[in-house]
């Protein structure tokens, strides 16, 4: 009961990785990529709305990850002018709690994910000139070159 109280309070998912270089391909063809930014792994939950997909772009167009010329993570994506590449990723709601194989009935129906996916899109763009995204529901590979490195996981 007290994971599920716990689950309940949490909302959108965006793993966040400083990059110097990220793409994304589908059957053999490069759909996006990006220089120096973000890429973010984004997963949706059955809870999340249009102000949790919101609050995500705005966190992660502000999120200070980049150093400014004393070294610290003082500089957001928006300051340095950095580019983000959002890609949606279901299986970052799985449900890990027990036994040797992810579940997925904690996260969102393909339905509700594409549409906040793209609310989050959308968003992230109206914020921001340098956004790119991976194709939801297609099989994705994607590669980066992780700067630092520098991986995080923010929550709306």
Request: aromatic share 6%; net charge positive; glycine share 10%.
């Amino acid at each position: 009961m007290c994971i599920q109280k716990w689950y309940s309070k949490v909302k959108m998912i965006g793993l966040l990785q400083r990059v110097s270089h990220a793409e994304v391909v589908v059957g053999h063809k490069s759909i996006a990529a990006i220089g120096l930014g973000l890429l973010v792994l984004v997963g949706v939950r059955p809870e999340d709305d249009e102000a949790s997909a919101e609050r995500l772009a705005k966190r992660l167009l502000q999120y200070r990850v980049f150093p400014d010329a004393a070294g610290k993570m003082n500089l957001s994506l928006t300051q340095i002018q950095g580019a983000l590449l959002l890609v949606p990723q279901f299986t970052l709601a799985a449900d890990t709690a027990k036994g040797l194989r992810p579940g997925f009935s904690t996260a969102a129906a393909p339905e509700l994910g594409r549409r906040l996916f793209d609310v989050l899109v959308n968003a992230a763009r109206a914020g921001h000139g340098r956004v790119a995204s991976g194709e939801f529901g297609a099989h994705m590979q994607v590669s980066l070159t992780n700067d630092g490195p520098v991986t995080i996981w923010l929550e709306s």
